[in-house]
């Protein structure tokens, strides 16, 4: 089956411990993604890679890394997590057609940030 | 700018009523357009697209029109059943990697 796997799928951690949520996509797809949601402001995009080893910022990258060594794993790190990461995160991959291929979305990670 | 602006929620209807999420966009150049449905606890999926002007996208009785003169891509469908009951975004691309979302409309329908 097509999917797009995201770990953990919620996660409580403190101010300032490294942590990683990790992102998975089996349909050999080269454009992935990383979005957060938050109450009236929609999905914002974090990060996005066009490929293996090519990463660009979205929207809103402060405070977030990103890696793509392989076509199917694009992991989220956050190195010093704060309050203001507190959000419902997704990862999405798209298929290889361009911009108006559809985006296929994880299940999501409810990340809180004490 | 780009931007996408859509109704604000939460909108409740009854069973069977008629359904109208309003969406505009700015852009420069045409986007694509795509509708994005997320039901309780799950991820979005795509519910439908258009790709250039005058477009109809159309998926389980859902239709949307891509209006080039209204800069608009309204989400309508005849009538709605309770398992209709989600959050409705409205996007666009940027260029070719980015997307911009709606704030979402959330949408609870009666039995």
């Known amino acids: 089956e097509a999917q797009v796997t995201q770990n953990p799928r919620y996660l409580i951690t403190v101010t300032g411990k490294k942590l990683t949520v990790t992102c998975s996509q089996n349909?050999?797809?080269?454009?992935m993604s990383w979005y957060r949601q938050d109450p009236g402001l929609g999905l914002r995009q974090i990060y996005y890679?066009?490929?293996?080893?090519?990463?660009d910022k979205g929207d809103v990258p402060e405070g977030y890394k990103v890696s793509r060594k392989e076509k199917r794993n694009f992991p989220l790190i956050l190195e010093s997590p704060s309050p203001n990461q507190t959000s419902l995160y997704f990862c999405?991959?798209?298929?290889?057609?361009?911009?108006?291929?559809?985006?296929?979305f994880g299940s999501g990670t409810q990340l809180s940030v004490l | 700018g780009n931007s996408v602006t859509q109704m604000e929620g939460p909108v409740t209807l009854s069973e069977e009523a008629f359904l109208t999420i309003n969406c505009t966009y700015t852009?420069?150049?045409?986007?694509?357009l795509f509708w994005y449905v997320q039901y309780p606890g799950e991820g979005l999926q795509l519910l439908l697209k258009?790709?250039?002007?005058?477009d109809k996208g159309s998926n389980k009785g859902f239709e949307a029109t891509y209006r080039k003169e209204t800069t608009s891509f309204h989400l309508e469908k005849g009538s709605v059943q309770v398992s209709d009951s989600a959050v409705y975004f409205c996007?666009?691309?940027?260029?070719?990697?980015?997307?911009?979302f709606g704030t979402g409309t959330r949408l609870k329908v009666l039995a």
């Open positions: 999405a991959s798209r298929g290889n057609g361009g911009f108006g291929e559809k985006l296929f």
């Open positions: 349909m050999n797809h080269e454009y």
């Open positions: 890679s066009m490929n293996v080893e090519v990463t």
């Open positions: 852009a420069t150049g045409y986007p694509s």
């Open positions: 258009a790709t250039k002007a005058d």
């Open positions: 996007a666009r691309n940027s260029g070719t990697y980015k997307y911009i």
